[in-house]
Structure formats: C-alpha cells, structure tokens
T-cell receptor
Framework: GQQVMQIPQYQHVQEGEDFTTYCNSS?????IQWYKQRPGGHPVFLIQ?????EVKKQKRLTFQFGEAKKNSSLHITATQTTDVGTYFC?????????????FGKGTLLTVNP | DVKVTQSSRYLVKRTGEKVFLECVQD?????MFWYRQDPGLGLRLIYF???????EKGDIPEGYSVSREKKERFSLILESASTNQTSMYLC?????????????FGPGTRLTVL
C-alpha cells in the first residue's frame, strides 16, 4: 500500500539554528498537507500544496512540493522555542476512497533555548 | 473558528468493557474521522464518515465500530475493550468531499484499558 515516509524522526536544535523535515511518498500525490502538533496538543493544519514545484512561505516556515509531486519539505529558519512540536505531512491515500489522508509518522522537533 | 470537541480528555476502562468515545463538530462539516495515535506509529485512521449514517473503514478498523446518527456527532465504539486499545484517540472533521480539504482535530481522548 501507499507509504508516506518522513525523515528525520527526531531533530534537536539550538535556538536560532535552521531545521528541515522531508516527506516522501511512494505514489504521486494530488496535494500534500502539513500539520503541527504541539506537545500535549492535537494536530493543527499549517498549509496545503497542490502544484508541482510549488513553494509557499509562512513567516519563517518554507514549504516545498517536489516537481514529481512525490516529495515535500518544510524548512524553518532560525528556530524558536515556539517551534517545538511534531510536524506531520499527509497526502491523499491511493486506491479506494478518496476521503482518506495518509499521514507520515512525523518529525519531532525540540529546541534548546 | 471550527470547533471539534471530544467527550473526555482522559478515560480509564477495564478489559472487556464497552467504551463510547464521542465527537462533536460545530461547523456543519460533511466528513468526520477517527484516528488513533501511538508513539512511533503516527496517526492511523480507524473509521470515517462522509455523511449521516454513512461510514467507511479506515486502515485499522478491527475491534472498533462507529455511529453517525446526526451530522455533527460521530461516535467511536469499542465493543469489548482490550489492553492493546490503550491509545490517544483523535477525532477530526473536514468540510469538503475528497482528501483535499483541511482536517480539524479535536483535543483527543487518552484511553487507558486496564
């Protein structure tokens, strides 16, 4: 079945350092979504990418969707302690119902102040 | 703002008990979802519903059932709870058909089965 892989699983950085998490799908995706889950919280939608090669920015966060629409990345510039949490990518599940999202296992970011 | 609420933040049950987890959304969303979240396994879809009284199995439906009698409410039922169902359960809803829409998550219910 479809797999959505995220690397790294964990990343610890010093405050002010940059951070990148990568998402790779075994199948071509029509779109990809990114969510953030703070410790003790629930996933919160960040952004959706739809077009091949698309790049979107939200302040210090930059999201990219690969040309082949099988991979994506989230880059945070100059991390802050408020960036701590787990970042998930998710794409439509291939085969069967088109309502389902397949989530990656997430990248847990910790930031040392 | 979309609000998705879940009936309990923490729940402790005994093996063999029937467990009901309730989820309510206030934005008239068509689609509702139940996930479980376990360390190292991420979010796994149990069941979802795209309309009242309609449901579809997700990736791990065994041991669970669901009910959607009203549009705003989606219930997850553990017919006979087992210790391997100890987990964080997250409900979500989305407005539009298809997997292109944002999912809004509730705060989660941490279920412990003893």
């Amino acid at each position: 079945g479809q797999q959505v892989m995220q690397i790294p699983q964990y990343q610890h950085v010093q405050e002010g350092e940059d951070f990148t998490t990568y998402c790779n799908s075994s199948t071509t995706l029509s779109n990809i979504q990114w969510y953030k889950q703070r410790p003790g919280g629930h996933p919160v939608f960040l952004i959706q990418l739809v077009k091949s090669g698309e790049v979107k920015k939200q302040k210090r966060l930059t999201f990219q969707f690969g040309e082949a629409k099988k991979n994506s990345s989230l880059h945070i510039t100059a991390t802050q302690t408020t960036d701590v949490g787990t970042y998930f990518c998710a794409g439509p599940s291939s085969g069967g119902s088109n309502y389902k999202l397949t989530f990656g296992k997430g990248t847990l970011l910790t930031v040392n102040p | 703002d979309v609000k998705v609420t879940q009936s309990s933040r923490y729940l402790v049950k005994r093996t063999g008990e029937k467990v009901f987890l309730e989820c309510v959304q206030d934005m008239d969303h068509e689609n509702m979802f139940w996930y479980r979240q376990d360390p190292g396994l991420g979010l796994r879809l149990i069941y979802f519903s795209y309309d009242v009284k309609m449901k579809e199995k997700g990736d791990i439906p065994e041991g669970y059932s669901v009910s959607r009698e009203k549009k705003e409410r989606f219930s997850l039922i553990l017919e006979s709870a087992s210790t391997n169902q100890t987990s964080m359960y997250l409900c979500a809803s989305s407005a539009l058909a298809g997997a292109k829409d944002t999912q809004y998550f509730g705060p989660g219910t941490r279920l412990t089965v003893l």
